[in-house]
């Protein structure tokens, strides 16, 4: 791995801007086949302390990477800024071919820069291309500093203490700007998967029929089932009413054009990583569709009123939980309306 | 009977891969080289990304008498060998448990019956008609028989499904095999059924060049005969034939590359804008382009001789193993060719293709006409150049234009600059391989990047005479260049005055 780094104690961002700038310079006369990559900047807001493992996370993402990553970590206490900037090329050029760089700015500060965190973050963006924010660990002050910087936040509504905020915050930042919801990319499969269920001929009907979706998730991604039967919801025109929660599940009931829908979300204990775990769907006339995580993608069974039955795997690797945060960085560079509505209904459905 | 319209998917919104109905897909030629190399790797990293449709399923058809498990155990390897992923053991196992083989002879009734019988079974198990994919993945003289048998056997029908049969290249030799082949192929099945495939249509640049044309305001008022001066394509390799001689040496470089990738690239270069991407909009434009070019007077064929390439003495075409020592097979070709419409009247385009050149490379150069009025002669600008923009497919994917700027200093002194675009720059995601999107698109019936018939007919009454011409002339008349050079001195004879070739 080539590159260069340049770190400065009690710096100001005038001198990490000029810093980037040089280290970009040199890079570039070193080899001219070095090509920086303009396509977003993340700007992320971490805990100093857990500073280490939101890198390496960054660093596993793979072909997703972002073109310049701006990570902010927050030590208590702190009132100076230190900053390292590093530009990385993976690969040295092969002859007549070019080697992407990627630059990195490590800003160490304290609370008290949050507030105003977008004057400290907006020299160091790169211009005229998509910017990023993520704050996983909180600091929801310096999202809103940042928000007019940004065009799209990064958010998973997992990691806030319950549904009904995760969906308030949500819903507040998608005022402002495209929201990326991790919760919801993890769905994404199963979404693909009961869309593409349902889309032969002979079953497209069946659609119109469904009366039972039961949702089993890990035990902390209760806003992953709310998405899912909001997205659901949404594109079925169901109008759900709040679910009560019943011997550890959330049980409640949605309005569909012919029938009732009763919807159970239940928390799956054996699950160790966020999202979900299972899916069965139940139609008035007597079909069943299941889809349960496997071995080599997801195990599906289909079965029908008079008891035909029909087993089979919907072939995909896991993506882990890096592979989704890549999926993230790339989502900002895409829009998907279905996301909002389904936020809209699931909100509808909080105990 | 009347039917009735069914109404769309309403959760497909918002998806990034909309749901393909259950497939078969049927590999006939699953023992071979490509299938070994390409399909098999671009099946399976369609599997890895859960981008196959929802129900899969793989029926080899080949001569080896093997039984399933040995067919999967090769399979495995060419996958593990061949593709640009790590496997995932969970999902290549069950993507390998639901492949069948099928051996036997293409002219052999018995294989059909034999895979109407499997391809039922896969349809009673999982009590839904399958979408039949037929990849005709042989050589291509079994490609009439293969589509012959498949009528006999009904299998180019399936009620509640559609069946599709892709068609690998070389599309004929000649344009009276094209043409009759056509004519065979569609004596059973229907145009909308039949995707002639050219992997170059799969890359991610050649499909962007559409992008680039008709996404971009800036490029259309200079797109024509007022401003372009002229265009080169090409394509160049650096290797030699390797252990192709077999195919090679029937083929040479005009069939291999000109006849169709090349006059592909022409065509998205050429092409009006479509009133919509659909398929048949974006082919009916391509054939326009194709209709308005004449068969080239102006060519050159050459054959590599012995030289330096990497560093190390390679040997003369005529000496790689396999090929004749009198061999008369062109391994490098050159076209100045015109498109007869209002758009590019009178503006040259060449194409030059080879084997054994200085490097890879393949590229569309456009260049400008020069500034009318070089006011900056006087101060010793002997560097003002026309502008050129050049659209690379590979191995850098991207446009460089080239603009004159000013030399630092108290002179006002020009030279060329580039300004460079790399696609890798610009996205955050690496381009599929072309057989995965040209696969998924064969799948969902989508046909827009595969040569329609009339488009191959009109690519052969472009190069046939050229064969006719060059087939008719003593070998003496073949030229050479050194391996490893720029191709031979005698291309320069095509371009007309003002013009010269880019270097490789």
């Known amino acids: ?351 | 009977m009347a039917t009735v319209e069914q109404q769309p998917n309403p959760l497909i919104e918002g998806l990034e891969r909309f749901p393909v109905h259950p497939t078969t897909l049927v590999i006939f030629g699953g023992t071979g080289d490509l299938a070994h190399r390409k399909l098999l790797p671009a099946v399976y990293n369609l599997a890895h990304e859960g981008a196959l449709p929802e129900r899969f399923n793989l029926i080899a058809v080949s001569r080896s008498d093997i039984p399933h498990d040995d067919y999967r155990q090769m399979a495995r390897e060419s996958i593990v060998k061949h593709s640009r992923r790590k496997p995932d053991e969970q999902v290549l196992d069950k993507l390998l448990a639901r492949v069948r083989y099928v051996p036997g002879t293409f002219d052999d009734d018995s294989i059909y019956e034999r895979l109407d019988g499997e391809l039922r079974e896969f349809d009673e198990e999982a009590g839904i008609p399958f979408n039949r994919v037929f990849y005709l993945s042989t050589a291509p003289e079994f490609f009439p028989v293969i589509v012959g048998k498949l009528g006999e056997h009904g299998l180019d029908q399936h009620e509640g499904s559609e069946v599709r049969v892709v068609i690998e290249k070389p599309f004929g030799t000649r344009r009276h095999e094209a043409l009759e082949l056509n004519r065979q192929v569609l004596s059973v099945l229907d145009e909308s059924q039949v995707f002639r495939i050219d992997h170059y249509l799969g890359k991610e640049t050649v499909q962007n060049m559409l992008a680039f044309r008709f996404a971009n305001g800036m490029f259309e008022p200079i797109w024509n005969r007022n401003y372009i001066d002229y265009v080169q394509i090409t394509a160049a390799e650096d290797l030699g034939i390797g252990t192709r001689a077999g195919y090679y040496d029937k083929s040479g470089a005009l069939r291999d590359l000109v006849q169709n990738h090349m006059l592909q690239l022409l065509t998205l270069l050429c092409m009006e804008p479509p009133v919509t991407f659909s398929a048949d909009d974006v082919r009916d434009e391509k054939v326009k382009v194709l209709h308005a070019i004449k068969p080239p007077e102006a060519t050159v064929r050459a054959q590599y001789a012995a030289g330096m390439a990497e560093g190390k003495m390679v040997p003369a075409y005529r000496e790689e193993e396999g090929v004749p020592d009198d061999s008369p097979t062109e391994t490098y070709a050159a076209l100045r060719l015109e498109v007869d419409n209002w758009r590019w009247e009178g503006v040259p385009i060449y194409l030059r293709t080879g084997k054994r050149l200085a490097r890879k490379v393949t590229e569309i150069a456009v260049t400008l006409k020069p500034v009318p009025h070089l006011a900056f002669e006087a101060e010793g600008s002997i560097g003002v150049k026309p502008n050129v923009l050049v659209m690379a497919v590979q191995p850098n994917e991207g446009v460089t234009i080239s603009l004159g700027a000013k030399i630092p200093g108290t002179r006002m002194r020009i030279r060329p600059v580039n300004m460079e675009f790399l696609y890798g720059t610009a996205f955050l995601s690496q381009s599929p391989e072309a057989y995965e999107r040209l696969l998924m698109d064969a799948m969902r019936g989508d046909a827009t990047l595969f040569t329609r018939d009339d488009e191959v007919a009109e690519q052969w009454r472009i190069i046939d005479p050229i064969l006719e011409r060059w087939g008719s002339e003593k070998d003496g008349a073949l030229p050479t260049y050194l391996a490893g050079s720029g191709g031979p001195v005698e291309a320069a004879q095509l371009l007309l005055d003002g013009h010269a070739w880019r270097t490789i």
């Not at chain 1, 910087?149 to 998973?156: E, F, I, R, S, T």
């Not at chain 1, 159970?264 to 008035?284: F, H, K, R």
């Open chain 1, 1 to 351: 791995m080539a590159g260069g780094v340049w770190s400065e104690r009690d710096t100001t961002p005038s001198a990490v801007e000029e810093a980037l700038r040089q280290l970009i310079t040199e890079q570039c006369a070193r080899h001219d086949a070095y090509a920086p990559s303009r396509v977003l900047n993340l700007v992320v807001v971490v805990d100093r302390e857990w500073r280490g493992e939101i890198m390496n996370r960054l660093d596993r993402v793979g072909r997703y990477h972002p073109s310049r990553t701006i990570l902010c970590a927050v030590e208590h206490g702190r009132t100076t800024i230190d900053a390292t900037v590093a530009i990385t090329a993976v690969d040295d050029p092969k002859p007549g071919e070019l080697a992407l760089t990627r630059e990195r700015v490590v800003l160490d500060l304290g609370p008290r820069h949050l507030e105003r965190l977008d004057t400290i973050v907006d020299p160091l963006v790169v211009t005229d291309i998509a910017t990023v924010v993520w704050s996983p660990h909180g600091h929801p002050e310096a999202v809103d500093a940042l928000l007019h910087l940004a065009q799209v936040v990064l958010v998973d509504s997992v990691n806030e203490p319950d549904s009904a905020a995760a969906i308030a915050r949500a819903r507040e930042l998608a005022g402002e700007a495209y929201v990326v919801d991790l919760a919801w990319l993890r769905s994404t499969p199963w979404r693909e998967r009961v869309a593409a269920t349902f889309d032969p001929a002979a079953w497209r009907d069946e659609l119109g029929r469904i009366d039972s979706v039961t949702v089993r998730h890990q035990s902390q991604s209760t806003i992953a089932g709310l998405l899912f039967c909001g997205w659901l919801a949404s594109r079925l025109g169901w109008q759900p009413g709040s679910l009560v929660a019943a011997n550890g599940s959330l049980r409640g009931q949605a309005h569909g054009r012919r029938q009732d829908v009763k919807i159970e979300l239940v928390p799956d204990a054996t699950m160790s990583v966020p999202g979900l775990a299972g899916i069965e769907i139940g139609t008035a006339s007597g079909m069943r569709i299941s889809l349960y995580r496997g071995p080599g993608g997801l195990s599906a069974r289909r079965s029908d009123r008079k008891g035909r039955e029909s087993t089979w795997t919907v072939l995909g690797a896991s993506r882990g939980e890096a592979g989704i945060l890549g999926e993230g960085i790339r989502q900002a560079l895409l829009r998907d309306p279905a996301y909002r509505r389904a936020l809209d209904q699931a909100e509808a459905m909080v105990p």
